[in-house]
């Protein structure tokens, strides 16, 4: 009889956890985050090329993101990437097959959309290097 009511305790238990976790990820919504970004390589074969200008991002509850940074010269450049916590990591679609990879950190939490983050990038071409820098000015 215990054996039967520890089983049937352990599984309302289980029941209740997954039905909580299931209730935390629908409250987080899809936020869209816009700033200033600047990055510019200096090292390898595109050395001084520059991306300058609002980047607008959507951050979805995974983390995941998407937008577009409309550059000074008014290209148009699609970015991906993801979010966690601090933790950045954005793919700049350059067209022609050719990519910018940054990395770095952020001083806030992403879904505060606020705060300076930054860290090193590589690419479009092998041996290019760079750093970039974004200044989340908040929600929009």
Known sequence: MSRTLFSLIGLIILVLALTGCGAASAVAETIQCSGDFEATIYQGPSAGLSLVGP????????????????????ALIEVTGQAIGRSINLVFN???????????????????????SGGPFTGPEPGDSGDWGYGIGGRS
């Open 94 to 116: 350059l067209g022609e097959d050719k990519r910018i990879f940054g990395v770095g950190s952020l001083e806030n939490d992403i879904r505060d959309c606020k705060g300076l």
């Open 55 to 74: 980047l607008s991002l959507q951050v979805d509850a995974a983390g995941n993101l998407t937008g577009e940074l409309t550059a000074n010269d008014g």
